[in-house]
Structures are given as structure tokens and as C-alpha cells.
Nanobody
Framework: QVQLVESGGGLVQPGGSLRLECTGS????????IGWFRQVPGKEREGISC????????HYADPAEGRFSISRDNVKNTAYLQMNRLKPDDTAVYYC????????????????????WGQGTQVTVSS
């Protein structure tokens, strides 16, 4: 069974940091891109960052640029999103996703380009 599981969310004060983890199972994790997205109620899912299967290609959307860092450890079948200088506007459910339909060295943060999603982890930034 192809599965992604996110962890690491929680409550953090403005200016704080969190590291999200995305662990894959049931597929060859090292061969596929990973994307991070977030969603708040009533809004569309927003792309945050993605990483190619080798880790050599990364992309950040504007909300993440300069504050977030994406990485992966293919031995551990885990991808990470390090989030620093968090703001209340970062409050959302964060999802990781992969696309097992194709092997590509690059990636996008377009939700339609991913076919497998985790269940999400809540991040709340509040004082």
C-alpha cells in the first residue's frame, strides 16, 4: 500500500520553528519527487516547496522563500520541511505528496501534478 505520513506539526509562537517530516512506504521513495502543500479552511491547497528525487532540485513558492528549507533522506524514506521565522499566516494543515506515475529529476508545486497524498499535520502559529 502506497502511503505518506506527515508528522511534526504543532503549536508554535510567532518567530519560532518547526520541522515537518514526511515518511513514505509501499513504493520506491528514492525514485519520486516530494512536494509540500498547505491548506486552510475555505481556501485552495497552496504549494509550498518540492524536491526532486535525488535531492538535487528544489523549488520554493513565495510564502516559503527565505524561511523554509526542504530536504530528504532516501535511506530513511523521509522528506523534511524545516520552517523558520513562522508567522500566524503560516497556520494551516500541511500535506506532503508524491507522484508515482513518473520519475522526474525536477518538480513543481502544482497540486494536480501529484497523485498520492498524506493525511496532513496541523501547524498553528499563535502567541
Amino acid at each position: 500500500q502506497v502511503q505518506l505520513v506527515e508528522s511534526g506539526g504543532g503549536l508554535v509562537q510567532p518567530g519560532g520553528s518547526l520541522r515537518l517530516e514526511c515518511t513514505g512506504s509501499g513504493f520506491a521513495f528514492q525514485h519520486f519527487n516530494i512536494g509540500w502543500f498547505r491548506q486552510v479552511p475555505g481556501k485552495e491547497r497552496e504549494g509550498i516547496s518540492c524536491i526532486g528525487y535525488t535531492g538535487g532540485f528544489v523549488h520554493y513558492a513565495d510564502p516559503a522563500e527565505g524561511r523554509f528549507s526542504i530536504s530528504r533522506d532516501n535511506v530513511k524514506n523521509t522528506a523534511y520541511l524545516q520552517m523558520n521565522r513562522l508567522k500566524p499566516d503560516d497556520t494551516a494543515v500541511y500535506y506532503c505528496a508524491t507522484d508515482i506515475r513518473a520519475i522526474r529529476p525536477d518538480c513543481t508545486v502544482v497540486p494536480g501534478d501529484f497523485d498520492t497524498w498524506g493525511q496532513g499535520t496541523q501547524v498553528t502559529v499563535s502567541s
